[in-house]
């Protein structure tokens, strides 16, 4: 498909649209009738909170990832927190954690009186792997929290063979790679976020299954897990007001509950398309000098959260201005490592300050749009401005 260019050669904006990183817009207008029906039907029922809304897209959420208990929650944040709450784990106590991912995963580990020990990634998947936690476990750690970054599974199987080996609970971060499955080597295929003893995601509008609203949820496979995720995230009560655990309040109301569940029926078409895009960068981005395209783990699938590039050489500034000139957004997820940030000096148990992955991916990264309504007019022009800033 051609693009449209100008006269001096230079590829021109795309008529239809401009470019967004992610287009909520059109993606609610492909459903706006469904949607308005359903917010409408929970306004005229005025059950608001934990109404069938919230039932609904429990079992149906459970059904998706095939998990035995969904506990939805208020955000993805709290997510995190009620699953390391629901452990019991102790002041002191430490909980690995990649050094390369948002804020979030680390937060509620030292929000708890919990240590975090931050650990280096792999410098093509972005993920953290059992190689990279083993040498970080001592006889304080209690969990792990591992990151499906940007779209795809973490290698699980060795993380779940080693914190076997030491008893550890593994803590899924699933807020960027909900549909992704992983393959075990006994052929065993499984979800993104049933794959250790928790999982938990994140419904914020730009997620893959974004709600006009946050939200979250949390899921396992343990009855004893669930009823303490539940009486955890219920201000600690199993009987309303009879208080056995101090703990909090969260919860995902009926009218985000209502969307997700038209989001949620098409979320694996709203993968496949996200493919289909990363595909068209792949080949249209290959074989440009000091750009690297997405790596894929050959167990897992991939969601496509972000399209995420590096880019070699320290020209990663001059290409996002190249690509915001011409009409191009682009992110980069992330710009400081988590033990550079402020809020985490003296927090984190090993005290690291340098891991050579993380502190490249810091400065090499960036994101290009993705999202389940891009056309090829976009992806082309997208590719296009991105070839012509290396050729020039």
């Known amino acids: 498909m051609a693009t449209p260019t100008a006269p001096d050669g230079r590829a021109q904006l795309p008529p239809v649209q401009s470019i967004q990183m992610v287009d909520l817009k059109t993606q609610y207008e492909q459903m706006q009738e469904e949607v308005d029906g359903a917010i409408l039907d929970v306004v005229r029922s005025g059950a608001f909170i934990n109404g069938p809304a919230v039932k609904q897209f429990q079992a149906g959420l459970e059904e998706f990832l095939g998990s035995a208990h969904v506990i939805p929650c208020a955000n993805g944040t709290d997510a995190l927190q009620i699953a390391l709450m629901a452990l019991d784990l102790q002041p002191g106590d430490e909980v690995i954690v990649p050094a390369f991912t948002y804020v979030a ?32 476990i001592t006889a304080r750690t209690k969990a792990i929290i591992p990151v ?38 006994d052929g065993q295929q499984r979800r993104t976020g049933a794959l250790g003893d928790i999982g938990c995601t994140s419904f ?10 946050d939200g979250g949820a949390i899921n396992t496979d343990s ?47 709203y993968n496949a398309r996200r493919r289909t895009a990363a595909r068209y960068y792949d080949e249209q981005l290959a074989g440009i ?3 690297l395209t997405p790596a894929r783990l050959p167990a897992s699938t991939h969601v496509y959260h972000q399209y995420t590039l590096r880019i070699a050489g320290g020209r990663r500034e001059a290409l996002q201005q190249h690509l915001r000139e011409a009409g191009v957004p682009s992110m980069i997820y992330y710009p400081v490592p988590l033990y550079d940030q402020d809020a985490f000096r003296g ?13 490249a991916l810091c400065r090499e990264v960036l994101s290009l749009p993705m999202h389940s309504e891009l056309t090829e007019d976009t992806l082309a022009y997208v590719c296009q401005t991105v070839r012509a800033f290396f050729t020039t």
């Open 105 to 136: 995963s680390a937060e509620v580990i030292a929000l708890l009186g919990l240590s975090p020990v931050m650990v280096d990634v792999d410098p093509f998947t972005f993920n953290v792997t059992a190689a990279q936690i083993e040498p970080a």
């Open 148 to 185: 499906h970054l940007f779209g795809q599974s973490c290698d699980m199987e060795p993380i779940v063979a080693l914190a076997k080996q030491h008893g550890l609970h593994i803590v899924e971060d699933n807020a960027q790679a909900i549909g992704a499955e992983y393959t075990f080597s």
């Open 204 to 213: 914020y509008p730009s997620k893959n299954l974004g709600a006009y609203g």
């Open 223 to 269: 009855d004893e897990l669930a009823a303490r995720l539940r009486m955890v995230a219920n201000h600690g009560q199993n009987r309303q007001y009879y208080h056995d655990v101090v703990g909090c309040n969260s919860r995902l109301d009926s009218i985000q509950a209502a969307v997700l569940n038209c989001k949620l029926t098409r979320l694996d078409d």
């Open 289 to 291: 000098d000091g750009l």
């Open 347 to 359: 927090t984190a148990a090993n005290a690291v300050d340098f891991l050579p992955v993380t502190d």
